[in-house]
């Protein structure tokens, strides 16, 4: 069982930078796949990045490409999603996900658990 904890959601102003971080539980992090996915209001949820799971893999929306990067502490169990030009259509809620198998990186139904949510504001 996988308990996943995202931080770091804020106010910035669009061009700016934030930085999420998702705090996962288990012994066995290191073997799962994570994603970040993002939810506005009255929009689905929808794919915004992930990881395989020895890091080396990244996958990204290309609402995202060039802007955001997805990165993985398997040490001390976290992964992030650097975000930078930062644009008001970013704002959303965020969630990080976790996965336990490789492959179909980009659907929300591949994921087995997921964090509450952090919330990003972009203001223009």
């Known amino acids: 069982q996988v308990q996943l904890v995202e931080s770091g959601g804020g106010l910035v102003q669009a061009g700016g930078s934030l930085r999420l971080s998702c705090a996962a539980s288990?012994?066995?992090?290191?073997?799962?796949?994570m994603g970040w996915f993002r939810q506005a209001p009255g929009k689905e949820r929808e794919f915004v990045a992930a990881?395989?799971?020895?890091?080396?893999?990244?996958y990204y929306a290309d609402a995202v490409k060039g802007r955001f990067t997805i990165s993985r502490d398997s040490a001390k169990n976290t992964v992030s999603l650097q975000m930078s030009s930062l644009k008001p259509e970013d704002t959303a809620v965020y969630y990080c996900a976790s996965k336990h198998y490789s492959g179909d990186y980009y659907r929300r139904g591949a994921y087995d658990y997921w964090g509450q949510g952090t919330q990003v504001t972009v203001s223009s």
């Open positions: 990881i395989n799971w020895s890091g080396a893999s990244t």
């Open positions: 288990g012994r066995t992090f290191s073997m799962y796949a």
